[in-house]
Structure formats: C-alpha cells, structure tokens
C-alpha cells in the first residue's frame, strides 16, 4: 500500500503526484522541455553512465511522463510501465523487446487488428512466425508452444466479440514453457481486470481508450511486473523512438483520475442496454461479458471486477440492418474507438477489422452484421431512446 491509501479510486487520483515535490502544485506541472541542464560535465557523464539518476533528455524520461508511468503501474500492481505515443506504439514496444530472426509467438484471436496485421504482415519480413488459437482454446495454446516460442500474447476482453481468455490458464501456460505472458488490458481497464494478478508478466493499454477517456488524445503504455522486463522495454521504446509526449502525458493522466467514476457509470448503462437489446425483437443475438447468455460469463465474474461497458451484437437482418441502424443513431456517434464518455458505435467487418481476410474475419466470429457498441456516460434513458428510435429503422 502504498501513502495514499491501497483502494482503485485514491490511486486514480494520487499515484505519481506528490505535490510536495512541486512546489506544492495540486495537478502534476507539465515539464515542456526536451532537454536538461546537467551542473557539471560530471554530473552530465555519471548520468549518462547510469551512476547518477537525475535527468537527461525527455526521449530518455521526463517527470511528467514518469507521473502517467507511476500512476498506471500502481493501478495494475507492476513494478514500473513505459509510456508510448500511441497503444500501437504499447503494442510494437512489446513485440520488438521479445522476439527476433527465427523466434515464435502464440497469439489468441480475435485479436485488434493492426496488432494481428503487425504480426502478420510486418514482424514476418524479419523472420517471426506466428501460431493464433482461438481465445477460449487453452489447449491449443499449449499445443502450439513451440523450442522457440518467446512470448504468449492475448487480449481479453478480445476485440470486437468480446471472447474472454482465462488469465490463470494462460499463465500457467506461459510459466511451464517459459515465455512471458503479454496481456493487452484495453478493453477491461485497470479497473476491471489486473492481469499480472493473474500471472502474467506484462501488461499493454491504448491508453486512447477508457485510460484517458475523452476521446482527445492517442497514447498507449506497457506496464511489467519486474524491474529487468521493465529496462529491456523502456530500452526498446526510447532506441524506436515510440516514446511519449510531455503534455500527452499530462491530458492523460488528468484522464485517469476519473478513471473509476467514468467506467462504473458506463458499465451500469451497458448492463441495462444489454439486458434490454438482448430481448429487442430486431436483434438476432448479442455478446456482453455480464449477461448469462455469454458462453464465458462465469470467467468473467471470476477474472474481472465487473463486464465493462462493451457491447457487441447483430441484427436480425444482417449487414444492412446493421448500417440502417448505424446511419440513425443521433445521440450515439458512428466512430471507432471505444471506452469514453460518449457513445460510440462501429462495423467491425468493414471498419476496425477491414485488415483481417474475410474469410480469418468469419473463423474468428466477426461475421458480416456484426455491430459494436462502446457505452459512454450519458444519460440512459437518452440512449435507449436513440437506440430505440435506430433500431425502428432496421
Ligand atoms: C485501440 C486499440 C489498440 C491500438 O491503440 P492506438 O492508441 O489506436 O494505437 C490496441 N489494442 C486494442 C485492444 C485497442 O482497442
């Protein structure tokens, strides 16, 4: 526990922050500066042989950076994190500290797109390969360990079926084949899910997401549960340049202090939305991690603080239902990004997952008609009004 009290909320709104330390400044100040003065061309070379820790250059660290990195370890119980530009950026850091020519990794799908397209597209001209198993599938992940697997990767809530992976499962996995298990935390949140509690070993967000939650900023961050993991990441993302800005830092962090306050009001509107479109007679089925009908709801009572505010369903008359609906929404907004304080609803096959083949699209449940729901703050009877009013139009 750390001085200002163990609960999540007094950590969304103290970790990284002692006012003391800034002239008692209440917010984090914004140190906007690329670079800084060493006292002496000594101290300059011991901090640059590690003997001394002051500060360098901000590619290398910055407080108001290291403020954000402190919060967000704090909230999901690592011993650090590295800030990156963007959650692609999170995911990219990750991927170039582990694997290498010749190297192997598990990955689960669905899986965000571009972290599969990276994988797939990218990551195989330097010589990766690649094993994807469904996210339910514990055995084929440990079928699939390979001599020079070196790393297990998988997003759970996965993006956009909301498919949930067994935490425990995966890292007992990842311990027997000793590889580090990766878990991209977007969708749940520190709030709702803390993966290293589970075992595993390193932690990503788009901090784009729930994290910031105003849908302002682009950021991401790579969390560790040991300090030697930690310094070969922050080394990868200060030498790739994936590192952040001071003043992102900043938005994001003041994102964070909200952090509990937002997810929960969002959550209670998508247990209600759900429930509800669940029995509306235009929709033909629907997945959310907190509804008994989700073929995974006891995983997620057990591995997550609550379901979160994701929503994912298709209507009873496929794709063109689908954009009817999307093309009448008022108060919800047809964008992609999820986890703010608005509403926002998108089509995965055609939008966030357009990367994915069609038919490696169907394989992983991401049919045609598929529509996905990011529940935001507003009011709900406001939005199942709008709702309502959308779906008289499928
Ligand atoms: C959005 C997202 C990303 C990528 O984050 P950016 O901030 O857009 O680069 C990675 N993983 C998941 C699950 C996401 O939703």
């Known amino acids: 526990m750390t001085a200002h009290g163990g609960g999540k909320h007094s950590k969304a709104v103290h970790s990284g922050h002692r006012a003391a330390e800034h002239h008692g400044a209440v917010s984090v100040p914004i140190?906007?500066?690329?670079?800084?003065?060493?006292?002496?061309?000594?101290?300059?070379?011991?901090?640059?042989?590690?003997?001394?820790?002051g500060l360098i250059y901000t590619r290398l660290g910055n407080p108001t950076i290291a403020a954000l990195e402190t919060?967000?370890?704090?909230?999901?119980?690592?011993?650090?994190?590295?800030?990156?530009?963007?959650?692609?950026?999170?995911?990219?850091?990750?991927?170039?500290?582990?694997l290498g020519a010749g190297s192997h990794l598990v990955g689960t799908h669905p899986l965000y797109g571009p972290s599969r397209g990276l994988v797939d597209r990218h990551l195989s001209r330097f010589g990766v390969s690649a094993s994807?198993?469904?996210?339910?599938?514990?055995e084929g992940m440990r079928a699939a360990v390979r001599p020079e697997t070196k790393l297990i990767y998988v997003e759970?809530?996965?993006?956009?079926?909301?498919?949930?992976?067994?935490?425990?499962?995966?890292?007992?996995?990842?311990?027997?084949?000793?590889?580090?298990?990766?878990?991209?935390?977007?969708?749940?949140?520190?709030?709702?899910?803390r993966p290293l509690a589970w075992g595993a070993d390193v932690v990503l967000h788009s901090m784009t997401k729930s994290l910031n939650g105003h849908a302002d900023v682009v950021a991401g961050?790579?969390?560790?549960?040991?300090?030697?993991?930690?310094?070969?990441?922050?080394?990868?993302?200060?030498?790739?340049?994936?590192?952040?800005?001071?003043?992102?830092?900043?938005?994001?962090?003041?994102?964070?202090?909200?952090?509990?306050?937002?997810?929960?009001?969002?959550?209670?509107?998508a247990r209600a939305l759900a429930a509800w479109l669940e029995r509306h007679p235009a929709v033909e089925w629907l997945r959310y991690p907190g509804l008994p009908s989700h073929p995974q709801h006891e995983l997620a009572q057990r591995q997550m603080d609550g379901p979160g505010s994701m929503i994912a369903f298709e209507l009873k008359g496929g794709v063109e239902?689908?954009?009817?609906?999307?093309?009448?929404?008022?108060?919800?907004?047809?964008?992609?990004?999820?986890?703010?304080v608005e509403s926002l609803i998108e089509h995965p096959a055609s939008m966030t997952h357009k990367g994915v083949a069609a038919e490696e699209q169907l394989r992983q449940g991401i049919t045609p008609g598929l529509v996905r729901l990011s529940v935001g703050c507003?009011?709900?009877?406001?939005?199942?009004?709008d709702l309502e009013q959308a779906l008289a139009q499928a």
């Open 321 to 340: 239902a689908g954009r009817r609906v999307m093309n009448a929404v008022r108060l919800v907004t047809l964008a992609v990004s999820l986890g703010g």
């Open 132 to 138: 994807w198993v469904g996210a339910a599938d514990l």
């Open 31 to 53: 140190y906007q500066c690329s670079t800084f003065a060493f006292p002496s061309a000594e101290e300059g070379a011991a901090r640059f042989s590690g003997e001394s820790k």
């Open 221 to 269: 961050i790579v969390v560790a549960r040991e300090p030697a993991t930690l310094a070969r990441l922050r080394e990868t993302a200060m030498t790739f340049g994936i590192t952040m800005d001071p003043h992102q830092a900043w938005l994001v962090l003041r994102g964070i202090r909200t952090l509990g306050m937002r997810v929960e009001r969002a959550q209670e509107n």
């Open 71 to 98: 919060c967000v370890a704090e909230l999901e119980g690592g011993c650090g994190a590295v800030g990156a530009a963007t959650g692609m950026g999170a995911v990219s850091t990750v991927l170039l500290t582990f």
């Open 378 to 385: 507003e009011d709900l009877e406001d939005l199942r009004a």
């Open 156 to 193: 759970t809530p996965a993006n956009p079926t909301l498919d949930l992976v067994d935490l425990a499962g995966a890292a007992e996995i990842a311990r027997a084949a000793g590889v580090p298990l990766v878990v991209d935390n977007t969708f749940a949140g520190p709030h709702l899910q």
